[in-house]
């Protein structure tokens, strides 16, 4: 295992998806300027769940630019592996923060990744629909999402199993709606079958997994029944197709079970099945009484109920069945890195020694462009831990309008990669630019065995 410190992602990094709006604001707001944009706030959704705190903007460039960066070794096969478990917010709208997160590392990490590879296949098992990547990725092809998640009364309120993507991307948009309670051997006779067939069928050449802990039993904000072996069976099964990975985090709110989880996650990638017992540290009150590693699941009632479950299954492996195997795109003019590969650095020693976090908030906070002052009352927005029926149901046609939006930024971003014309020459044309674009040095030649980690600290948050 190596250990870096990201490079921080820049505003400009951010606009990939993101609008200059919005990043600006994310950009310039404080909580002592706060009170004077109290329209901005409404319209970028920065209160309730999503609110302006000291640090707010460095936090975003910390965990996107762990994520980009982790896109940009994969892209330079550094290695073959890649965990960020301070990214994976995928909430992020392209105009909007949403469900605790402000700039969606997600879909940025994956534009990295479309430089290198042909098609990117994103899987979320986080109890949350991933509302902000699917949108983004709705249209096209590039890129499949297959979200795992609680469906009804529950946020953001998107993820019905009859989303399947629109236009180029119609069946690329995967979405496997659940109910209270599933268990580890339930979750995992539906998500292997599912992940099989769509191994099969879309052929990725890198894949992320958003891997949110908030699908754990106990979890409190969650209502699913998996343990962590079972959570992390799932990680496992993806790792065994050998195919380039992005490991992300994303929610988890019981904040001892979500260490347990990717701590025993990150055992897994690297071949390791941890001992149960927690070795003796300075947070060994947290883990009390049992001092283990593992969790056991709830006596909850499971209400996915087998023929619920087999209809689901039933239906996405018909939708897959639809898919014309291996689709295939060119590459035009590949960009730049985003981020200089040489400036990830690795971590040799204590990485809060160095600079870095605390000088960009300093020149951020000195930054002479300030946000116009405005007046005007806030109107909250649906909170996730409230929104009822209707708020949702509002919540839904809002991001199926939105959703065109996201996807068209998406698609300027990757020039005309979507409207691939013939397969045949397009994957040629592609090999040839996949070849030009990396910059293959000795050791990308013998892509390491183990895990590359990107760690994130928090700087002087
Ligand atoms: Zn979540």
Redesign the pocket.
Known sequence: MKVFRPALASAEDMTKFHSDEYIEFLRLITPDNQHEHMRQLKRFNCAEDCPVFDGLFNFCQIYTGGSVGGAVQLNHKKTDTVINWAGGL??AKKNEAS?FCYVNDIVLAILELLKAHQRVLYIDI???HGDGVEEAFYTTDRVMTVSFHKFGEY?PGTGHLQDVGQHRGKYYSVNVPLKDGIDDEAYVALFKPVMAKVMEMYQPDAVVFQS?A??LTGDR??CFNLSIRGHGECLKYMQTFGVPLLVLG???YTIRNVARCWTYETGCLLGHDLENKLPVNDYSEYFGPTHELQIAPSNMENQNTPEYLQGVLNKILENLSKIPPKPSVPFHDVPPDAIDPDSIGRVKEDPDQKGGGAEAEAARRSDPRELEPEDGDRDDKPSRHDASAKEEADGEKKVKEEKVEGAEAVKAELGDAADAKDPEDAADEAQDAGKDAMDVDEEAKSPGKGAGIMASDHGDQ
């Open positions: 995928h909430h469900g986080d109890i949350h946020f949110g908030d699908s904000l969650g994303g929610g988890g």
